[in-house]
């Protein structure tokens, strides 16, 4: 049986009266690539933000189990130290540090420094624009820029799961399509990722399998390929 690196039970969380995730179960095993995929408000990164334990003051049920040992009460510093990653929406780098010390930050719990200068050459080779800006504040870069610099700054910590909120959000075509090839590589590497994503259509074709969310519940999931065929996910996510 392949190893279980995440899982969610009965999760419920609530913000005052409104309920936002209603008890959903999922589960990411090692090495797989699984999409969060739904609308709007549907729920996905209050359940990102539950397994994190970054949520704001509010109700939660269920139980969240990460390498086997219940996360609750980690918080977010700890978890890095885990080896579990996050780039949330809106990326969250440090924009009054270079792109080089963001990097540098990234691998903060690790000691090993010529790996860490090959990992920073690696990710300048893979995003030349943030070679060409190494020594300029993380702020003054473009949204896509900052995307790179965050999933980069993320990896450089070697998670054994990175979860990622929306990294197409704001993202010019181009972006979308190099932030894609990204995560597939990263995925490819071995390393299990958690996506949730709005362009259903590009997370489903990069991953292993998917989950629906749908006003705080998952109403589907299976293979993604097979949900790729699947009537009503065409009809209600893939715009056809
Ligand atoms: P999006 O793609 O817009 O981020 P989502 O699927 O990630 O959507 P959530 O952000 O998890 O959805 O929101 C789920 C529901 O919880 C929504 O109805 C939202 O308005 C509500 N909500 C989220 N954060 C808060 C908060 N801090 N306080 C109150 N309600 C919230």
């Not at 609308?39 to 939660?60: E, H, S």
């Not at 049920?61 to 080896?83: D, I, N, P």
């Not at 996506?195 to 998952?218: C, F, P, T, W």
């Amino acid at each position: 049986m392949s190893e279980q690196v995440l899982k969610v039970a009965g999760l419920k969380v609530a913000y005052g009266g409104i309920k936002a995730v209603k008890g959903i179960d999922l589960e990411v095993n090692r090495g797989e690539l699984i999409a969060l995929i739904g609308a709007n408000g549907a729920g996905k990164t209050t359940t990102l933000k539950a397994i994190t334990g970054t949520l704001p003051d509010c109700k939660v049920e269920g139980a969240v189990t990460y390498m086997g040992k219940s996360l609750k009460g980690s918080q977010s510093f700890h978890l890095v130290e885990q080896k579990l990653a996050m780039v949330p929406e809106g990326r969250g780098v440090f924009t009054r540090m270079s792109i080089q010390e963001n990097l540098m930050m990234g691998a903060y719990t690790r000691n090993d420094q010529a790996g860490i200068d090959a990992d920073i050459a690696k990710w300048f080779d893979v995003f030349p624009r943030l070679k060409e800006r190494a020594a300029q504040m993380a702020g003054t870069l473009s949204g896509g820029e900052q995307q790179m610099l965050a999933m980069a700054r993320a990896l450089m910590s070697h998670p054994q799961l990175l979860l990622l909120d929306e990294p197409s959000m704001g993202l010019s075509p181009i972006m979308v399509e190099k932030i894609f090839e990204v995560i597939r590589n990263v995925s490819k590497e071995g390393i299990t990722i958690l996506l949730v994503e709005q362009n259903a259509k590009l997370a489903l074709q990069a991953a292993h399998r998917g989950y629906v969310m749908d006003s705080g519940l998952i109403t589907m999931t299976g293979k993604a390929s097979d949900m790729l065929d699947d009537p009503r996910v065409k009809a209600a996510y893939l715009g056809e």
